[in-house]
């Protein structure tokens, strides 16, 4: 995520509370970011749209890749 947000110009200085709007990490972001995590795992993501709309802060990212990641291995 911070590799992606220094790319466009913004910064890792934020907590897990950070809200996503304020750091700069958008919609097309997070999209990138799910691709990187399929990659690196070798395992595609499964998630529904859905609870995409409750991704608010830095840590809702984490949160939402790593128990995306887990089920889907």
């Not at 911070?2 to 997070?30: K, P, W």
């Not at 859905?50 to 128990?67: C, H, K, N, P, Y």
């Amino acid at each position: 995520m911070d590799e992606i947000l220094v790319r466009q110009g913004g910064t890792t200085d934020h907590d897990e509370g950070a809200r996503l709007q304020d750091v700069g990490f958008r919609s097309l972001d997070f999209s990138e970011l799910a691709l990187r995590v399929e990659d690196a795992s070798g395992t595609p993501l499964q998630f529904e749209a859905g609870s995409l709309r409750a991704i608010q802060t830095v840590g809702d990212v984490l949160d939402f890749m790593e128990t995306a990641a887990r089920d889907a291995a």
